[in-house]
């Protein structure tokens, strides 16, 4: 299946059937998504993936009541980072030298720029730009789901307080931003019409 094809496929599921997802595909899921691109690739954003029914009911009470938090096979939470400081930077560039061979300190003049950068944003901007990146990090993981033929419904309603307290996020300096439950449709289930733009009301060449 092409990615186009993929994306004309998936729709946000609003019920589930209760087949599970297996593990290797959640964990093609994780991949896609710890794969996305971010800003100076600091990623400042973990995914954390809840399939306790115990804990997803409690969840969905937290998400308004939507049917779609307990009856997923598992609920994917990407959570950006709260405290944005030069540690993000220096953990990115530990990394960097192990996986990349570089020599450490090679590219401290480049870290030292993105500190500068990063260092140079309010408290309040540096919220947005990690959520910026989680979302960019969903639609990967919206992707390789559609490309996998697993259903999804990504979702920002629910109480994020709530949220960051059952899933003990504020103690790690985590922020519940974005939410993505996954699993399979009905088997009989109708294909559902999509609703876009039409391209020349979206795409404009200058
Ligand atoms: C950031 C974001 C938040 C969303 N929140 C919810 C939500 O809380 N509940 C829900 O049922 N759908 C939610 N959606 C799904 C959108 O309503 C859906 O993507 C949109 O209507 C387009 O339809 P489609 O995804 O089925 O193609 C959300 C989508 C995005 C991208």
């Known amino acids: 299946m092409s990615i186009i094809e993929a994306l004309k496929w998936r729709h946000s599921l609003k019920h589930f059937s209760p087949k599970k997802v ?8 994780i991949e896609a998504t710890r794969l996305s691109a971010s800003s100076y690739g600091l990623q400042p954003y973990k995914l954390l993936i809840v399939d306790d029914p115990t ?22 939470i990407l959570a950006n980072k709260t405290h944005i400081t030069n540690d993000l930077v220096d953990d990115y560039f530990e990394h960097h030298h192990q996986q990349t061979q570089t020599t450490e300190g090679s590219l401290a003049g480049y870290a030292e720029h993105i ?9 309040e901007e540096k919220q947005t730009w990690a959520e910026q990146q989680a979302y960019i990090a969903l639609g990967s993981l919206l992707a390789e789901a559609a490309m996998l033929s697993v259903d999804t ?32 449709r009905e088997e009989n289930m109708a294909a559902q019409n999509k609703v876009r733009l039409p391209v020349n009301e979206f795409a404009t060449f200058l």
């Open 22 to 29: 297996d593990s290797s595909i959640i964990h093609n899921l």
């Open 55 to 76: 804990l997803l009911n409690q969840l969905s009470e937290q998400a308004f009541g939507q049917a779609q938090v307990k009856e997923c096979s598992h609920l994917l």
């Open 115 to 123: 500190k500068t950068a990063i260092g140079s944003k309010t408290e």
């Open 153 to 184: 419904c990504p979702m920002t309603g629910f109480d994020t307080a709530a949220f960051n307290h059952t899933l003990g996020l504020t103690d790690k300096d985590l922020n519940a931003c974005v939410i993505c439950a996954v699993g399979y």
